[in-house]
């Protein structure tokens, strides 16, 4: 009885889910006229939106999971340094926690329709650690990306600083090292070192 009603509650939920997919839910006036009149943060680091089926199963969850405090302030440094947004993120998790706890069930339920039911705790302990997985794996995924790029960023920083030295040794003025040896390398780093040398020359600060 137990597991009969956890696999309903399951699957309720992914049907749930399924209709605010389908037949997304109207923001209210208020929201929307807070919307138009907020002014935007600008973003620390160029970010890119990614889409998927995770991210459209998950993002009615996406405002709740902010209610909770989610991401964290660790997290939300790594969002930026792997230039992904935190709806995108929020979207993931609990669409691969809703995955991980309905993914079980269904196996169960397919399992007793064909005459070979499974004892309820099987399916039950797999979806609790299914779920949990799903909602931990995308951290775990960002915080290797941001790592990963951290290390790229130390190395190109060096050698960034190696050009600079070069070209101040041949004659070249401060600011004209800074530009010629950010235009020199390639790749994610030297695209941040040469955003930020272009928002110091545009808002007129010192690089």
């Given at each position: 009885?137990?597991?009969?009603?956890?696999?309903?509650?399951?699957?309720?939920?992914?049907?749930?889910?399924?209709?605010?997919?389908?037949?997304?839910?109207?923001?209210?006036?208020?929201?929307?006229?807070?919307?138009?009149?907020?002014?935007?943060?600008?973003?620390?680091?160029?970010?890119?939106?990614?889409?998927?089926?995770?991210?459209?199963?998950?993002?009615?969850?996406?405002?709740?999971?902010?209610?909770?405090?989610?991401?964290?302030?660790?997290?939300?440094?790594?969002?930026?340094?792997?230039?992904?947004?935190?709806?995108?993120?929020?979207?993931?998790?609990?669409?691969?926690?809703?995955?991980?706890?309905?993914?079980?069930?269904?196996?169960?339920?397919?399992?007793?329709?064909?005459?070979?039911?499974?004892?309820?705790?099987?399916?039950?302990?797999?979806?609790?650690?299914?779920?949990?997985a799903g909602f931990l794996l995308p951290d775990a995924t960002v915080r290797a990306e941001a790592e990963r790029r951290r290390q790229a960023f130390r190395h190109a920083l060096g050698a960034y600083l190696n050009l600079i030295h070069v070209l101040l040794a041949g004659g070249a003025g401060v600011d004209g090292a800074l530009i010629?040896?950010?235009?020199?390398?390639?790749?994610?780093?030297?695209?941040?070192?040469?955003?930020?040398?272009?928002?110091?020359?545009?808002?007129?600060?010192?690089?």
């Amino acid at each position: 009885m137990i597991a009969l009603v956890l696999l309903g509650a399951g699957a309720g939920l992914g049907l749930w889910a399924l209709v605010v997919w389908l037949i997304p839910p109207r923001p209210p006036l208020a929201a929307l006229i807070s919307r138009l009149n907020a002014t935007p943060a600008r973003p620390p680091i160029l970010t890119t939106e990614t889409g998927g089926w995770a991210v459209r199963l998950g993002s009615p969850f996406s405002g709740l999971l902010r209610a909770l405090g989610l991401p964290g302030r660790t997290v939300s440094q790594d969002l930026a340094i792997a230039e992904r947004s935190p709806e995108t993120h929020l979207a993931e998790k609990a669409a691969l926690a809703l995955t991980g706890l309905l993914l079980p069930a269904t196996v169960g339920v397919l399992l007793t329709l064909a005459g070979r039911p499974l004892p309820w705790p099987v399916p039950l302990g797999g979806s609790l650690a299914l779920a949990v997985a799903g909602f931990l794996l995308p951290d775990a995924t960002v915080r290797a990306e941001a790592e990963r790029r951290r290390q790229a960023f130390r190395h190109a920083l060096g050698a960034y600083l190696n050009l600079i030295h070069v070209l101040l040794a041949g004659g070249a003025g401060v600011d004209g090292a800074l530009i010629d040896a950010a235009g020199i390398g390639q790749g994610w780093s030297f695209r941040q070192l040469r955003r930020a040398l272009n928002t110091a020359r545009l808002t007129r600060t010192s690089p």
